[in-house]
């Protein structure tokens, strides 16, 4: 990715007017981009508040293939934010058809799946895998669908 330029007039004692090259610095998530750490990368941009920051570099995580690498391993801290901005601008057409690439690839990582049926028989104990939480959507309010994050348990893991 080239670096823009930005020409800064200067005045020089001995020549008068000059003209001096300034090296155009990167955004804190450009550079965690460049530095492969996608997880940072995207908390960086999360912090800016601005939607065309996230939705580009979204947008730039899912042209990488790095998605899954920057949403695993999160907390329940970590991973709010994120939740809050989809929910807010997946309504948002721009949007859209990202956000809800990255609301499935959430699903897929932070809820609880039913196992495949065994092949042993009706006796075996249902092998479940263990995450820290669930995501599971709520009601709050009227007609407000908002991510809520469960604790697990052995009851959320017991029923499925």
């Known amino acids: 990715m ?3 330029r930005v020409p800064e007039l200067t005045w ?7 003209c001096r090259v300034r090296k ?9 981009l460049k530095a492969f750490n996608y997880g940072g990368a995207l908390d960086a941009a999360l ?5 065309e920051v996230v939705a580009s ?5 899912a042209l990488r293939d790095s998605m899954g690498i920057a949403l695993a391993g999160r ?12 929910s ?18 959430l699903l897929e990582l932070y809820t609880v799946c039913a196992p495949p049926p ?31 994050l469960t604790p697990t348990s052995r009851d959320v893991e017991s029923r499925f």
Do not use: I
């Open 75 to 86: 907390d329940e801290e970590a991973l709010l934010p994120l939740l809050r901005f989809v």
């Open 24 to 32: 155009q610095r990167l955004a804190p998530y450009d550079k965690m």
């Open 47 to 51: 912090v800016t508040c601005n939607p």
């Open 2 to 4: 080239p670096v823009a």
């Open 88 to 105: 807010r601008h997946l309504t948002n057409q721009a949007y859209a058809s990202l956000l809800t690439d990255t609301a499935a690839l």
């Open 118 to 148: 065994s092949s042993r028989g009706c006796g075996d104990a249902p092998v479940t895998r263990k995450r820290p939480f669930v995501l599971q959507p709520t009601r709050m309010g009227v007609g407000k669908d908002v991510w809520a």
């Open 57 to 61: 570099v979204l947008h730039e995580l």
């Open 12 to 18: 020089h004692l001995r020549g008068g007017f000059g």
